[in-house]
């Protein structure tokens, strides 16, 4: 069965260019477009990663990040965004990988991969 | 009569006109009017406590240059704070009651006048062959030209330092000014960096999409790439300007800056082999710690060596001198590039102002804005012709006996 993971980002045209490439990976991807909108999909719904934006209007990503890891500590978060200093402030705690926004999706799909693969063994 | 003078020595000492040439005139009034042969004025140097010759007017002028404040006829003036009058029949030595002084030696009248208020400014010093005798109208009338002048010299004084406190206020308030500007501009391209960068990224990611989906097919893929192209370079601008606003974030070590310049060089090794730079170290070893973001740092040596590398492009040298000079760490970087044009001199730390074709022009603003968030200062030493060296100085780490606050 394909992974199942959730794309949350206030923009909708990243969203979906997440959704295309992701799908090509062969992964199966949920969309939410904002912080409340990704915890009730999460309630309702198992998941095997998210990969979450951090600045978005109302609930920022860092607030969901805090709320997934205290329900599912187990559930790996890639914070995506364009701050790069992000990396040094919450490279200590919670999220499991950072990547830095870019229309070149590389880093995002290998990093993916390498936190499915790991959770697979 | 005498308030022609006064009125006429009133005006000139409240001219517009430089003090040397106001007391050139008040000099030669002076002459004139008690019909003497020479008159100088000297004026006081509170520090070394000397007096000085400013002017002289009249015939013979071979008056001493300087007089301690103990010594001659002036000495004995500005001691006394009481004019000196000396008239007689013959003519005055070299010494006189036991005062020597050359400057009155072959005269007959000598006067010599304290120009002072609370505070002592000079002295005026008035010479004839001929004796003369000095009224007590002339004595008052002497005493009040010379308070009018002590009052003249003060008012300069204050002015000129008025004129060099107003400056240097103004120079103050124009890199207040300035580094303001940079800082609303900062923060103004960060929040629109930030909208730019997501609907850039989607444009950049379908294209990519479609360049896929395309193929090969050479009708459209010129096109295709041309725009994957451009939005990896604005994307590159974006990720700079999000940079050069990115005040938070820094990660302090101690840190060696020998050893962060000679990362930046060698990931610039190839570019300095290709263009034919040489790369002149001339770095003090074991220097004391700065307190650095390694990263943010590497950044300021790597953007000053790409605009090296590019001034430098039919080659050249690179020369990097570090020093360990009080409290600071200093680096110089010159290259040997030609230098900046004076008149775009005052725009290079602008953020976004290139002479370059595809520069985003934010180089060395964000290496202002490191070196600034670092407590360091940056220097531009513009050698017209030549090159440019650029001087940073970073304070030594605190624990490493660095003293700054
Ligand atoms: N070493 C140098 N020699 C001559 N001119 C220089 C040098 N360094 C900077 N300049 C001038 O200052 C301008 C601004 O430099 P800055 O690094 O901020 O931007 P840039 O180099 O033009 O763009 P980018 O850094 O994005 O490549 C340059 O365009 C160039 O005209
Ligand atoms: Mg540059």
């Known amino acids: 069965m394909n992974e199942k993971i959730l794309v949350v980002d206030d923009e909708e045209g990243i969203r979906l260019l997440y959704k295309e490439e992701l799908m090509d990976e062969g992964l199966d991807v949920h969309l939410a477009a904002s912080g409340e909108e990704a915890l009730a999909k999460l309630e309702k719904d198992k998941f095997d990663l998210i990969v979450l934006d951090i600045k978005m209007p109302g609930m920022d990503g860092i607030e969901v990040l805090r709320r997934v890891k205290e329900r599912w500590k187990n559930l790996p978060v890639i914070l995506s965004t364009a701050y790069h200093h992000y990396k040094q402030e919450f490279g200590t705690w919670a999220s499991d990988a950072y990547v830095v926004k870019s229309s070149d999706l590389k880093e995002l799909k290998t990093t993916i991969k390498d936190i499915l693969n790991t959770g697979r063994k | 009569m005498g308030y022609d003078i006064l009125s006429k020595i009133i005006e000139f000492t409240d ?62 003036a500005i001691k006394t704070g009481k004019p000196v009058f000396i008239t007689q029949f013959g003519r005055i030595k070299d010494v006189w009651q036991g005062i020597a002084d050359k400057s009155a030696s072959g005269f007959k ?135 050069f606003s990115d005040k938070s974030g820094y990660e302090l070590s101690l840190e060696d800056i020998n050893n962060i310049i000679e990362e930046a060089a060698q990931f610039f090794e190839d570019e300095f082999k290709g263009s034919g730079i040489a790369v002149v170290r001339d770095m003090t070893p074991d220097m004391p710690r700065i307190e650095a973001d390694r990263q943010q740092l590497k950044l300021v040596f790597n953007n000053l060596m790409a605009n090296a590398i590019q001034a430098m492009a039919k080659g050249g040298t690179l020369t990097i001198q570090t020093r360990h000079e009080d409290n600071w760490i200093v680096t110089e970087m010159s290259d040997t590039g030609g230098g900046i044009d004076i008149k775009i001199m005052s725009n290079i730390f602008n953020p976004f102002y290139t002479t370059k074709e595809t520069g985003t022009g934010l180089g060395l603003a964000i290496t202002h804005t490191i070196v600034t968030n670092h407590k360091g200062i940056i220097e531009v030493n513009n050698n017209m012709g030549v090159g440019v060296t650029f001087v940073i100085k970073l304070p030594v780490a605190r624990e490493q006996g660095g003293n700054y606050e």
């Open chain 2, 15 to 76: 001219s517009e006109e430089a003090l040397e040439k106001r007391l050139e005139d008040v000099a030669a009034l002076l002459i004139s009017f008690f019909a003497f042969d020479q008159c100088a004025i000297y004026l006081f140097d509170q520090e070394k406590k000397i007096l000085i010759l400013a002017v002289e007017a009249g015939s013979k002028q071979e008056g001493q240059r300087v007089y301690r404040e103990d010594e001659g006829l002036p000495g004995l």
């Open chain 2, 109 to 243: 009248t000598v006067i010599c006048h304290p120009v002072k208020d609370d505070i002592l400014y000079g002295a005026l010093y008035m010479r004839s062959m001929d004796k003369k005798i000095i009224s007590p109208k002339k004595k008052k009338l002497l005493a009040v030209i010379a308070l009018q002048l002590a009052t003249a010299i003060k008012n300069y004084e204050c002015i000129v330092h008025l004129t060099d406190a107003n400056k240097k206020m103004q120079d103050m308030q124009a890199r207040l000014v300035h580094a303001e500007k940079l800082l609303a501009l900062g923060e103004m391209a960060a929040t629109l960096a930030h909208e730019i960068r997501n609907p850039l990224m989607s444009i950049g990611g379908f294209t990519k999409r479609l360049q896929q989906q395309l193929g090969a097919d050479p009708s459209h893929s010129a096109y295709v790439e041309r725009i994957v192209k451009e939005v990896e370079r604005l994307e590159k601008l974006m990720d700079g300007i999000v940079r």
